[in-house]
């Protein structure tokens, strides 16, 4: 006779929701004020809130996967949940990849509209002689109204070098999957670490990336609608690399701990999808911020 959790398993009542809600809150609040307080050059208490929103967030992530991984290994879910779980981080990843296509919309609207008008273009003339006259329409936008000036961010470099090690570690997670598949821990728990170590990589390369723009070439968050979304996009995708990277790390003392089998690997599965979009991003972000 099946039990009824067998069927469908539904968790008792949990506080991480409501802590995960606190969490984005904070770090939501923080990050606006620590911008405009960057932007403006004052001191405040944005970097404050979102340092207390970021550990909390840690913490809830620590004490949610604790339970979700209880669950797991007691045997409480059934293959309906499963399915549930795939549709659910099918329809997160499509809210990210919304979340992101609203950021690089934001990009061409600067690039392919408002900086051509700007410019004149479109019999926009007077737009041209009344907010900006002399304005010249190009990209990147490497002045403003006020004076500032910078230099554009090149491709090459660092960038280059990011660009290469998130494709390496895109292949490394897949060769740590299908050692997953064909049940040979060693190359699952070997290029499972190599892809951790490529993220840590990239996220230490991006930090060097973000001294050379503000020490080096007078690129802030100051430096205008340039300066403003390439820091948008930079540091969200910066953001999902950290967190994939701690999915990873999870993963990874899962693998050592035994956790997974060739048939029952959804977590592993889901971790792999996001680390991939992630990367997907970051071609993308390349392509359009970088290069073009």
């Given amino acids: 006779m099946q039990q009824e959790y067998e069927r469908y398993y539904v968790p008792a009542q949990s506080i991480w929701p409501i802590v995960g809600a606190v969490a984005l809150f904070l770090i939501a609040v923080g990050a606006g004020n620590y911008v405009i307080e960057a932007t403006k050059g004052e001191p405040g208490y944005g970097g404050y809130i979102l340092l207390a929103g970021i550990v909390t967030l840690l913490v809830m992530l620590v004490g949610w996967f604790k339970n979700q991984i209880d669950e797991s290994m007691s045997g409480l879910y059934s293959d309906q949940l499963g399915r549930s779980y795939r549709q659910g981080m099918s329809w997160f990843i499509f809210s990210e990849v919304m979340f992101f296509a609203a950021f690089f919309g934001a990009l061409f609207y600067a690039r392919a509209i408002a900086v051509p008008w700007l410019g004149g273009a479109s019999n926009n003339a007077m737009t041209n002689e009344v907010l900006w006259p002399g304005f010249e329409a190009m990209w990147p936008l490497i002045s403003t109204p006020g004076g500032t000036s910078t230099e554009a961010m090149g491709a090459w470099g660092l960038p280059t070098i990011n660009t290469v090690i998130l494709l390496v570690s895109s292949v490394t997670l897949h060769f740590a999957h299908v050692g997953l598949e064909e049940n040979k821990r060693k190359q699952l728990s070997w290029m499972l670490g190599v892809t951790i170590l490529l993220g840590l990589i990239f996220l230490v390369l991006q930090v060097e990336e973000y001294i050379h723009a503000y020490q080096e070439l007078g690129l802030t968050l100051q ?24 999915i990873l790390i999870v993963l990874f003392f899962r693998v050592l701990k035994g956790h997974f089998t060739p048939k029952d690997h959804f977590a592993f599965q889901a971790g792999a999808w996001y680390w991939h979009f992630v990367d997907v991003v970051w071609v993308m972000l390349y392509i359009f911020v970088y290069v073009l």
């Fill in 223 to 246: 430096s205008g609608v340039y300066g403003n979304t390439f820091f948008m996009l930079t540091g969200f995708h910066g953001m999902h690399v950290t967190l994939g990277t701690i």
